[in-house]
């Protein structure tokens, strides 16, 4: 009778056993194969946000869980990335805490290095996200206090099945890159020939000899076009807004790092006068090639609207020769062979790449208007203090910062998530394992 005392007692107090005395693991506590008890935080996205603060946590020692809706770590960057990309900044400003980049690396690492690193950096950690598990639903359970979040099983693109998960964090780490942006245009469907967002280009290779209209002037835009010379492609940029264009280098230093360092010592309006009056110097007058420059400089932009500038990697060398081609007019409508632009010229095209951006998904799966907002999926609090939100809600990802701004809040993030780790007495784990 004694041992049997002990053994329950053993039971009640012990995390590793589940309500029905069977012996579970800490994290994930599974009850019937449908409903996950969580111990930890989950953490929705397996990009390089989601695996930073699961690393910080695991460095704390507090488990976590990863869902990942795509069959991989960073999937923007493995699945939906052009094969010519490398980091725009420098490897430094790029790595996530608590691993650098390998020294040998170079200081823009390519696409298959930066993916080497992520993976590298989910065994170092031993972060193993649960793959083709898409979060569809998530919202706050005040009854119990728990976040419930429901996932579909992705299988060859379809979603199917399921599970709900309950815990006591949240971290949405599904980023300001979750979904493409396809905008519509009068007359697509008359157009005879691919139309194609950049999350679906790979190669200039297959547009060859063609004629190519790229709609988009941001990174991507200059890039892809950039892509489609080398690969004997006559590409057509359409740009419709101004731009501010800079080398990715300037005085043998990177212009961002340049611009950190200045940053210490000056306001950020002169800075900006610095680094236009350099870029002029480097680049030339850029509104001659269709390409004006906004009123506001590019550091100020950056700080008030989150547009980042166009680092050049050798498109305006292009441009300037005729190899590149930019139209200033918006698109009006597409044509069978082509496009009318808005001040009535027409083009022949054999192909369209909209190189139009990415937006947030938050809004589709998280039940929550606090913190998000619905109109863009961001948090309506500026960086830096987007982080944080109410009953253990996280975001990481969306501060408009890159890499950087993802290590700082995933640093942040594990720390709050410690204290109240420990202030709520979770070495008592059990206290905290729900039942159905």
Same mark, same amino acid.
């Given at each position: ?159 199917? *099945? ?5 815990? &006591?964090? @949240? /971290? $949405?780490?599904? %980023?300001?890159?979750?979904?493409? !942006? ?21 190669? *200039? ?5 063609? &004629?190519? @209209? /790229? $709609?988009?002037? %941001?990174?991507?835009?200059?890039? !892809? ?116 632009f808005t001040d009535g010229r027409s083009e022949g095209f054999d192909a369209v790449v909209l190189a139009t951006g990415y ?28 982080w944080k939100g109410e009953r253990g809600l996280y975001a990481i990802g969306f501060t408009k910062r890159g890499l950087m ?32």
């Open positions: 009778m004694k041992r049997w005392r002990e053994a329950e007692c053993k039971r009640v107090h012990d995390p590793f056993y589940a309500g029905d005395g069977r012996k579970v693991a800490v994290n994930p506590v599974e009850i019937d194969g449908k409903c996950i008890r969580v111990l930890g935080p989950i953490i929705v996205g397996g990009g390089p946000s989601g695996l930073a603060v699961a690393a910080c946590l695991k460095k704390k020692g507090i488990p976590c869980v990863v869902l990942e809706r795509a069959n991989c770590v960073a999937s923007l960057w493995q699945l939906k990335a052009y094969d010519r990309l490398r980091l725009h900044l420098p490897k430094k400003f790029c790595q996530l805490p608590l691993m650098p980049f390998p020294s040998w690396f170079p200081t823009y690492p390519t696409k298959q290095q930066f993916v080497a690193y992520l993976e590298a950096y989910a065994r170092e950690f031993g972060i193993r996200p649960r793959f083709d598990e898409a979060v569809v639903a998530a919202e706050y359970d005040a009854v119990v206090g728990f976040w419930r979040v429901k996932t579909a099983v992705v299988n060859q693109g379809r979603e199917e *099945g399921g599970r709900e998960y309950m815990c &006591r964090w @949240l /971290v $949405v780490a599904t %980023g300001e890159n979750a979904e493409a !942006v396809v905008p519509g245009f009068d007359g697509a469907g008359d157009f005879k020939r691919p139309i194609l967002h950049t999350s679906l280009y790979k190669s *200039g290779d297959a547009f060859r000899g063609k &004629r190519v @209209l /790229v $709609v988009g002037c %941001g990174n991507s835009g200059m890039e !892809v076009c950039l892509d489609l010379c080398h690969h004997g492609a006559h590409p057509t940029i359409v740009v419709r807004d101004s731009v501010h264009i800079l080398p990715r280098e300037m005085l043998c230093r990177s212009t961002f790092g340049l611009s950190m360092w200045l940053l210490r010592w000056l306001p950020v309006r002169a800075v900006d006068r610095l680094l236009l009056l350099a870029a002029r110097l480097l680049l030339g007058d850029t509104a001659k090639l269709g390409l004006p420059r906004p009123q506001l400089g590019p550091l100020e932009l950056k700080l008030r609207s989150g547009k980042t500038p166009v680092l050049d990697v050798g498109t305006l060398e292009k441009i300037k020769s005729g190899a590149i081609k930019v139209v200033r007019p918006a698109i009006k409508k597409l044509m069978e062979h082509g496009a009318e937006k947030s998904n938050v809004p589709y799966w998280l039940k929550e208007q606090e913190f998000f907002s619905e109109k863009d999926g961001l948090p309506r609090r500026a960086f830096p203090h987007g701004g993802a290590s700082l809040d995933a640093t942040r993030i594990a720390e709050d998530i410690e204290r109240c780790w420990k202030a709520e007495g979770m070495i008592a784990g059990g206290n905290h394992v729900l039942t159905n």
